[in-house]
């Protein structure tokens, strides 16, 4: 059995950190096991081509949920990247790193260390921002971040006039002093290229001779000798592979993955595990449970200008793009759907925006079986505003199914199960509808697609969202953070409880959700876990 100081289970946003962070200093061997494969691929380098990973099971593992009662009794897909670079080797690349209040919120749970204070200099560190330094941004940092005020649809500019009109604020950058207010997403990519975790920390760190990277590797078991993990057992090219952690196993398989192997391993809600013949190493009923996550949706109208779907649907328009990105770099395909946003509050009583907009300059309406219909746009000139929950109460769980590690584990992820939740997201359509009322904005529509001017009731607007209404890739809290481990899974410094040698560190660790997109929170999480460890093996 080969030994590394580390093995890491996951190369995605902090996998990927993690690789690059534990290596630097030559001390430490790392071996990184990976159930996907190569992030070389044209779709996956492409912004625009997650529009072609969205389905692909090539890159994605392709999860859904339970059917939710909160979705009208939907199933809701749920992509994850199964790829070098995880889920940011797939994802709409916005940037944000959430509003300082919901870390500090996670120090008062009794996480030191976790303020928004605490971790600036990590956010700092990770960021090669093309606006430049300052207190809040970090310059020369592994990750770049684009801004796209030049470079995005001119409709946008209509969608933040309407939305001042509406009584937003513009705010040239939400990760900046405040968070309120709506204009164009700064998004993680370089030179018209995705700037994935994979690109940004894991492919620097593959060229050190003390980092070890297996693709196409399954871990399907932790590895325990007593109460301390000590290696991980993974399948690969269809052969069952041990390999052991001289210092610690360290789970970095994003919310779903990570609880999954924790519970094929025994360590979970002790009655589940039982009754699928898993013995029991540690009991702990939170593992899989607390699971958060962000629910959107989009409202879609008629335009009376040309928008991208006339650039993006004819094949004359396909060609020129595709022309335009592989001989430039720039281009619709260089940047994310998602243009300009914004964050709101449905209550000025609140003390924080709970609510996330997005403005798509294109719509789709028609879908395309097994593509998400970015490419192939409706054949009429249409746009969007989406929006999406900040800080939702609604809980869910992931359990596994079997002892099989390829089975999925069971998604239950109960969308809007509380009334705090629908009432919020009633008030947030009826703010959109508000916002395209407005003069900036009304004259250029036609009318409203999706829903319809016929759905005005709030008995029939709550219909209408729970209908239409799916993730939008924000799942977090199912391995959460805390100092009682009654509660939680594992401890301020990532370390499961009740176990040695054991960490994990990916978004499934949040105490609560972020409000915002949580690619640049979970690189940072890697950045902070990081730390943590080495500190533990100076």
Known sequence: MQTYDFVIVGSGSAGCVLAERLSASGRFSVLVLEAG???RRFYVQMPLGYGKTFYDPAVNWNYKTEP???LAGNVDHWPRGKV????SSINAMVWIRGHPADYDA??????????FEDLLPAFKAIEDNEAGASRLRGKGGPVHVTDCTKLVHPLTGRYLEAAGQAGLSLNPDFNGETQEGVGVYQISTRDGRRMSAARAFLRPAMKRKNVRVETNALATRIIFEGKRAVGIEYEQNGASQTVRAGREVILSAGSINSPQLLQLSGVGPANHLKNLGIDI??????IGRNLEDHVGINYTFEGREATLNQTLRPWWGKLLVGMQYLLLRTGPLSLSMNAGGGFFRTDPALPRPNMQLYFQAFSTVKTKAGERPILTPDNWPGFSIGLSNCRPTSRGEIM??????????????????TDEDVAEMLAAVKFVRKIAAQPAMADLIVREVMPGPSITSDEDLILDFRKRSGTVYHPVSTCRMGPDPATSVVDPRLKVHGLDGLRVIDASIFPDNISGNTNAPSIMTGWKGAELVLADHI
């Open 84 to 87: 070098l670079g995880g889920s």
């Open 281 to 286: 190493v540690h009991a702990n009923e939170n």
């Open 37 to 39: 494969g190569s992030d």
């Open 68 to 70: 939710d009662p909160g």
């Open 106 to 115: 996670w120090r008062d749970q009794g996480n030191p260390g976790w303020g």
């Open 400 to 417: 596994i199914r079997s002892n099989n590690p390829r089975d999925y584990p069971k998604i239950v992820a109960n969308a809007y199960s």
